[in-house]
């Protein structure tokens, strides 16, 4: 009998993880660390980036990525990019206030083009690399009192679109997953600015505003996205790029 252990599948690898201290990006964390990959967790929250980082046998970077010097300074030698960190506002667009439109973009759409201009030469050298953009179904779709967050993800999905057209000579692959209502804490923080919008106690903002345009009458999990996420850093994706995977429900079916 062979006895020979295989390695896992993302052993040798090496992971940058944003906004990796909870929700999705922590679940990408550990998902990409139980598969072989070492981790950069990287977050503005010092404390939880330092206790995923402990757990998964990572290394924490405290990082505000509003800021440009922060982002200079992450590691440039990830073999895998997980752009995930992002942060939500909602009012109507005639109210929204410009200061955080502005951040909303600087995190969403000019900290990931920092960190892949920073990170795809050491891919390039390599002839190996992943790109996993963490977008959302409003990337491929609006919604109402979101246009900073809908503008971020929308340009998102033509930032991983490029990356997907240059990589692909180097080994390059960048792909988008676009999920519906994560169950995340900043989900849940959307449930008291939606019903303040729509003027709805909010026990009724699951049902009737998140979850109605949706075949699949639940929230997903942090698991799924992150499962996602290892699957297209596998061999049988490697001819997936520049694509953009729903994970919605049917939300994007209607």
Not at 36 to 61: F, M, P, Q, T, W
Request: with cysteine.
């Amino acid at each position: 009998m062979d006895t020979t252990s295989v390695p896992p599948p993302l052993s040798g690898r090496t992971a940058l993880v944003t906004g990796a201290a909870s929700g999705i990006g922590r679940a990408c964390a550990e998902a990409l660390a139980a598969a072989g990959a070492k981790v950069h967790v990287v977050d503005l929250n010092a404390r939880a980036a330092e206790d995923v980082a402990a757990r998964i046998g990572g290394n924490a970077h405290v990082a505000d990525l509003a800021d440009p010097a922060a982002v200079e300074a992450l590691p440039d030698d990830a073999d895998i990019v997980v752009n995930n960190a992002g942060l939500q506002h909602v009012a109507p667009l005639h109210e929204f206030p410009v200061e955080r439109f502005t951040l909303i973009q600087r995190v969403m759409v000019e900290a990931p083009f920092r960190i892949l201009r920073r990170t795809l030469p050491h891919m390039y050298r390599q002839g190996w690399g992943r790109i996993v953009n963490i977008s959302s179904v409003h990337g491929l779709r609006a919604s109402a009192y979101k246009s900073a967050y809908v503008t971020a993800k929308h340009g998102l999905e033509g930032l991983s679109k490029t990356a997907a057209l240059e990589g692909a000579p180097h080994g390059v692959t960048s792909n988008c997953i676009n999920p519906a209502y994560v169950r995340t804490a900043l989900v849940e923080r959307q449930i008291a600015d939606q019903a303040a919008a729509h003027g709805i106690p909010e026990d009724e903002v699951v049902e009737r505003i998140m979850l109605d345009r949706t075949a699949v009458k639940r929230l997903i999990e942090p698991a799924e996205v992150a499962a996602l996420a290892v699957w297209l850093c596998s061999p049988p994706a490697a001819c997936i790029t520049g694509a953009s995977l729903p994970v919605d429900g049917g939300w994007t079916a209607r």
